[in-house]
C-alpha cells in the first residue's frame, strides 16, 4: 500500500507482511464485536493468539469491529505491550527500573546481548529468544531483575544472567 | 500444624514455588497431615523466600531465606520433633523491621492467604461495607473520609472525601469507580504487593466508594505486568460474587455494584487521570485538559471516581475503627500512614509502611537497616520520575505530602530508592530523563521535544562532552517544559533534573569541567586498570573478558589493553583479590 506521495508507510515498510489464519481470531471478535472501547481488548488477545500483532490482522481487526485501521495501529504502536513482529519461544524481560539500574542492570543487558549476540528488541536467529528492556517489573528489593516466561530471575548478576540462559537453551536443543 | 508460603511476585523470584514444592512433596511422602498455605508478601522482600510454620496452639515459627534443602531439614527436626531451627528463623534483628512500622494498608499482606476470602472475613472482611450499607447515609461516609483526612496515595495528595463529593454531586447516570492499578513509577511496587497479598480490600474499599457516590459499576486498570496481581483479583472478584458482597442487591440493602478487570497496555502516562479514562475506552492513552475533571465528565463521559490502590485499601479501616483513629496518626495535613517501597542500596529492602511524619533517615535507617556493605549514604530517591533526590543533608525531613515538596522531590506513589556514593547522579537525571522522554505520549510539544533534548545535554555530559553553558540550558528547558505540559507526566518531567542541579552541582561540574564522574559510573569518563601488586596472575579476568583484552600469563601481573576495552565491568565483578580498580 502507497500513501498519497508514491512512498510506503512506516508500518508497511518496517513490519512483516505474513499470512496468518484469520479464522482463529473469530471467537474473540465475536465476544466484542459491538462493544464500544474493547479495542485493546481485543488487541491483548489477538496477541495472545499470534504472539505478536500481524499486520493484516490489524487491518481484518479494524473491519471487523468497525473502526479505521489508523485507529488500530495507532493504539497498536502507542503501548508498549503491543508487538508488531513475531517474538522468540522465549521473550527475555530484562528490568530497567530505577533499583535495578542503581543495582546494574545495563551490565546485566549487555551479558545478554554478548551471550545471545542481539541487541535489544532483536531476536536470535534460531528464533528462541527476544530480548527485551522493560521499565519496571516491581520486583525491586531483587534487583537486578529479568523475567522470562513470566518467571522473575532475581539478584541477578552477568555470570547468573547468563546461566539462566544457558539453562533454558540446553532444555530447548539437548547440547 | 501449618505451614504458610510467602508467594508475592518477589517471594516467586526469590524461589517461593520451588520451596512451595519441595514442603508439597515432604507432605506427600511422609503423609502427615500439614495445612500448606499460601499467603501474599510480608515486605521483608531482602528475606524471601519466607516460610511460617505454625503449631498446634498458634506459635508461629518464621524461616528466611528458605531453601528446599531447608525445608527437609524443618521437616526432620521442626514438623516431627518440634524442634525449632533456630540457625534459619528471622533474627531479632529483622523482626524490628516489621516492629518499626504500623500497617493499614498492608494489615493483611503477608498474613492471609489472598485467595480465600473466608480468611479475609475473619479479619473483619466486608464488615465496613457491611457497616455503610446498613448504618450509613452516603453522606456519613463522606463525611467520615473527611474526618480521616485520606489523601490520595498515587500522587498528588489530593483529599480522597472531596474526589467522592464531586462525584456524588455531579450529574449524570450510570457513574463509576475506577481504581488506578497502573503503577507504572519504576521503584514502587506497593499496589502490587496489595493486590497480590489482599485484594478484597480494596475491592471492598470500592464498593464503599461506590455506594458513597451513587455507583453501581468499576473498573480496576491493572498493568498487564502484573499477571499475579491480575490473576488474584479475578479469583477474590469471583469468591466476592459467590458471597453476595459484590453483584444485585449486595446484602439484602438494594445496593448493587460489580467490579470489571481492564489490563493495562503498558504506558506510564496513564496513571494520569483523563489518559486511563481514554485508555479506558480503547483509545491512545492521551491526557485532555482538566476541567472537566473526571468526577464531572469521566469514562464514557460519566461522572467517574479514580482513586488508588492503597487508596482504596485504607478504606474499610477507616469505617470501621472511624476517621478520627485515622486522623489520629501523621502529622497535621498528612494523616495516617503510607506505604513506601524500599529498594536501591538499603540493607534491608522490601515494602514498609509507616506513620506520615517519620524521618527518611528513620525509615532508611531504623527500619531499613542502613546502606549495603556499609557505604555512605549519598541520596535518597522519591517519586520516581516524577521526583526528585534527597540530599544526605535532608535526612531528617519527615515524609508527609508538604515537606517532601519542599525538598524539590514529591511523595509520589511512594518509591524510595537509596543511593550510594556510588551512583552518578548526572546518570540517574539521565536516567529519568530517558524514561520520560520516552514514556511522554507527544501530545505536549514541550514534553514531546523538551525531554529529548534534555536527555541529549544530558547524555553529551554523561559522555564527557558537556559544555559549561549546558547546565543553564538544561534549566531554561526544564522551566519550559514545566509550563508547557498539560499533564503531570511533562510537568514533573524535569523534576530529577532540577533537584540533582540543586544538590549536586559539583557532579555535573566535573562531569563538564574536569571530565570526571565522581562516582565512578560514566563509562566515557572512567578506565579499568589492574594493580600489578594486589594481581595473583590467576587469569581469571582474561578467561571472562568479552572482548579478550586482557593480557598476562602465569607468574606475570596482567593488563588491561585499554584500545579495545568496552568497560563491561566484567574483570572487576569477577575479580577476587580486589586487583581490578576504576579511576
Known sequence: MFCCIGEEHGIEKNFPDEEVDLAVLEPVLKEYRGIP???????????????????????????????????????????????????????????????????????????????????????????????????????????????IDGEAYGKLTPDKARDVIRDIYRRETGK | MKVVVGLGSCGIAAGGNKVLEAIQDEVRSRGISVDVQKAGCIGMCYLEPIIDVVDDEGNRTTYVRVTPEIVKEIFDNHIEKGKVLSEYTIAE???????????????????IDPESIDEYIERDGYRALEKVLKEMTPEQVIEEMKISGLRGRGGAGFPTWFKWNAARSAQGSPKYVVCNADEGDPGAFMDRSVLEGDPHSVLEGMAIAGYAIG?????????????????RLEIAIEQARQKGFLGKDIMGAGFCFDVKIKAGAGAFVCGEETALIASLEGERGMPRLKPPFPAQKGYMGKPTNINNVETFANVPWIILKGGKAFAAIGTEKSKGTKVFALAGKVK???????PMGLSLKDVIFKIGGGIKNDKKIKAVQLGGPSGGCIPESLLDTPVDYESIVKTGAIMG?????????????????????????????????????????????????????????????????????????????????????????????????AHIKDKKCPAKQCKALIAY?????????????????????????????????????????????VCRFGAVAVE
Open chain 1, 37 to 147: 472501547g474493547s479495542l485493546i481488548t481485543v488487541l491483548q488477545k489477538a496477541q495472545d493468539v499470534y504472539g505478536y500483532l500481524p499486520r493484516r490482522a490489524l487491518y481484518h481487526i479494524a473491519r471487523e469491529i468497525g473502526v479505521k485501521p489508523a485507529k488500530v495501529f495507532g493504539v497498536a504502536t502507542f503501548y508498549a505491550q503491543f508487538r508488531l513482529k513475531p517474538v522468540g519461544k522465549h521473550l527475555i524481560m530484562v528490568c530497567h527500573g530505577t533499583a535495578c539500574h542503581v543495582n546494574g542492570a545495563e551490565l546485566i543487558t549487555s551479558a545478554l546481548c554478548d551471550e545471545l549476540n542481539i541487541k535489544d528488541g532483536e531476536t536470535t536467529a534460531d528464533g528462541l529468544f527476544t530480548l527485551q528492556n522493560v521499565a519496571c517489573l516491581g520486583c525491586c528489593s531483587l534487583a537486578p531483575v529479568m523475567m
Open chain 2, 93 to 111: 534483628d529483622d523482626r524490628s523491621y516489621i516492629d518499626g512500622q504500623m500497617r493499614i494498608a498492608l494489615r493483611n499482606c503477608g498474613v
Open chain 2, 215 to 231: 455507583a453501581e459499576q468499576g473498573f480496576i486498570y491493572v498493568r498487564a505486568e502484573y499477571p499475579l496481581a491480575i490473576k
Open chain 2, 348 to 354: 534491608k529492602g522490601g515494602l514498609v509502611e509507616v
Open chain 2, 413 to 509: 506513589s511512594g518509591g524510595m530508592i537509596v543511593m550510594d556514593e556510588t551512583t552518578c547522579m548526572v546518570d540517574m537525571a539521565r536516567f529519568f530523563l530517558d524514561f520520560t522522554r520516552k514514556e511522554s505520549c507527544g501530545k505536549c510539544t514541550h514534553c514531546r521535544l523538551g525531554t529529548k533534548r534534555m536527555l541529549e545535554i544530558l547524555e553529551r555530559i554523561c559522555e564527557g562532552r558537556g559544555e559549561e553553558s549546558d547546565l543553564e540550558l538544561l534549566e531554561e528547558l526544564a522551566v519550559n517544559v514545566k509550563g508547557g505540559s498539560l499533564c503531570g507526566l511533562g510537568q514533573t518531567a524535569p523534576n530529577p533534573v532540577l533537584t540533582t542541579l540543586r544538590y549536586f552541582r559539583d557532579e555535573y561540574e
Open chain 2, 529 to 573: 586498570r589492574i594493580d600489578a601488586e594486589k594481581c595473583r596472575s590467576c587469569g581469571l579476568c582474561a578467561r571472562k573478558c568479552p572482548v579478550n583484552t586482557i593480557r598476562g600469563s602465569k607468574g606475570q601481573p596482567y593488563e588491561i589493553i585499554r584500545e579495545n576495552c568496552t568497560k563491561c565491568g566484567t574483570c572487576l565483578e
